[in-house]
């Protein structure tokens, strides 16, 4: 590795440091198992760790399910191992796994670095490596009681045959014409060969897929229209949109069941990597299950002369990991001026929204502070901190990226106002307490 190599790594390695330090610090992922020496590459997500995904996924949802062409989903992990075998899993799910001869590091072909269009091993750039063989990324487990082929089932690798399989249902049930979508937040899992870089890649994760089922020779049409809605949507995440883009994938990279495919990419510390898919899927998926489970799965068309036909689906495919890195990366701030770090998170996303401080531990201050919490805690979350220097209390709640701060002091017994302090600016004014919910609650809508 050259230097400049080596230097741009440790760059990369601190900054993701740094992050999964401040997240472990305040609460927001911690290592899985961490008292038995944690396990490889599966977080646990703390209290504000799990707040900050819930409004991840609440957004999606939202902008998924409050339309009228799309419909919600939860199915089940386990399914049906013939489910696997129709999706193409059981043959294709597979990574290139490839072993460096000098240093015994283990790594995927296709993601390796390559020097005179050969691939060198990451760790240590040997080009000394094994051949390249398959290795299938599905987690298997067993059914009931007996341990054997009989009994083996999979943990879902995605949650979209959940949907494809009960297609038939929701269109049924919901009286749903075509076009419409169905959408499922889950996890699934996969066995990842070479998992890493923080929440990025693990073996356990949480998807938001929305499957859209169209008339076969509008797929490409709907493919444009998806495409441009997932972009507008990872931006109103407030993520800087020139640190998101577009990655086509090229006849190699697309998958078994894709006519074609484009990659949502954030640029991370460790460079442009996919946040999302946006799949043209065709009708690869129900032709497949309707072949295998031998059931007549084709949609009849009342509104086109009852035509029957497979429906053709474009997928957007999100990890809400990822995208929860992405959101955590871009918010990120060294404040050096001002000696602090911020997590400049939308309002809509951060994970507390206010945060009540007493200047002291006085009861009179402290009965206005009570107050004052027990009011915004039914509808937001909110922080109550009397511990330490208002600096202090201050820096955590920027830490956490608390959009605003209220400050009661002994001013507030006289003027019967607090100090309202915004995070970005660190501007601070005076807001009357009979005006200060309606104050934050109107700023916290309004956030651009
Ligand atoms: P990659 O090439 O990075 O392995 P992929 O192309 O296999 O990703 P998809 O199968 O398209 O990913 O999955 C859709 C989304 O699910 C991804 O964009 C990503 O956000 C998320 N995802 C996939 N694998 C993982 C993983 N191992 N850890 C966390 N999120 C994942």
């Not at 399914?79 to 015994?104: I, Q, Y």
């Not at 429906?311 to 918010?331: M, N, Q």
């Not at 060294?334 to 009861?363: C, G, M, Q, W, Y």
Request: with cysteine; glycine share 6%.
């Amino acid at each position: 590795m050259s230097t400049q190599e080596k230097e741009k790594n440790t760059t990369v390695t601190d900054a993701l440091a740094k992050l999964a330090s401040l997240c472990k610090m305040r609460g927001f992922i911690f290592q899985s198992s961490e008292i038995y020496g944690g396990l490889g590459s599966c977080w646990d997500y703390g209290p504000l760790g799990v707040e900050l995904k819930r409004n991840i996924k609440e957004h999606w949802w939202k902008s998924m399910t409050l339309r009228d062409d799309v419909e919600g989903l939860d199915s089940a992990i386990l399914m049906a191992p013939r489910v696997w075998e129709a999706s193409g899993h059981v043959e294709n799910f597979t990574d290139p796994l490839v072993d460096c001869k000098n240093c015994k590091a283990r790594f995927r072909a296709d993601k390796a670095p390559k020097k005179d269009g050969k691939i060198i091993c990451p760790d240590c750039a040997s080009g000394n490596l094994t051949e390249a063989r398959n290795f299938n990324l599905m987690f298997k487990t067993f059914m009931g009681p007996v341990e054997d082929s009989a009994a083996t089932i999979y943990l879902r690798p995605e949650t979209a045959q959940g949907i494809y399989v009960n297609f038939h249902n929701v269109a049924t049930s919901m009286r749903k014409q075509i076009p419409f979508g169905i959408a499922q937040i889950g996890k699934a899992f996969r066995n990842e060969i070479t998992p890493g870089q923080f929440i990025f890649r693990t073996r356990e994760f949480e998807q938001m897929e929305m499957q859209f089922f169209g008339r076969p020779g509008e797929d490409e049409k709907w493919m444009e229209t998806w495409k441009a809605a997932r972009m507008e949507w990872q931006k109103s995440l407030g993520i800087n949109p020139s640190k998101l883009r577009f990655h086509p994938h090229g006849p190699g990279e697309l998958a078994h069941y894709a006519k074609a495919a484009f990659d949502i990419e954030y640029e991370f510390p460790f460079g442009w990597s996919e946040i999302e898919g946006v799949h043209n899927r065709t009708d690869f998926d129900l032709k497949r299950h309707q072949e295998y489970s031998k059931k007549n799965l084709q949609y009849v068309d009342l509104l086109n002369n009852n035509e029957r036909y497979l429906p053709y689906i474009i997928e957007t495919s999100a990890g809400a990991d990822r995208t929860l890195l992405a959101v955590l990366a871009d918010a990120f701030t060294e404040d050096t001026a001002n000696e602090r770090i911020v997590l400049k998170f939308h309002a809509h996303l951060a994970p507390v929204k206010v945060a009540i401080l007493p200047l002291s531990k006085k009861p009179e201050l402290e009965g206005v502070a009570d107050k004052l919490f027990k009011d915004f805690q039914k509808t937001i979350v909110v922080q109550y901190d009397e511990t330490g220097s208002i600096g202090k209390r201050y820096r955590r709640q920027d830490e956490i990226g608390t959009p605003f701060c209220l400050t009661i002091d002994f001013d507030t017994l006289n003027d019967k106002a607090v100090t309202v302090r915004h995070r970005d600016t660190m501007a601070q004014e005076r807001i009357a307490l009979d005006r200060v919910e309606t104050y934050v609650t109107d700023k916290l809508k309004a956030w651009g």
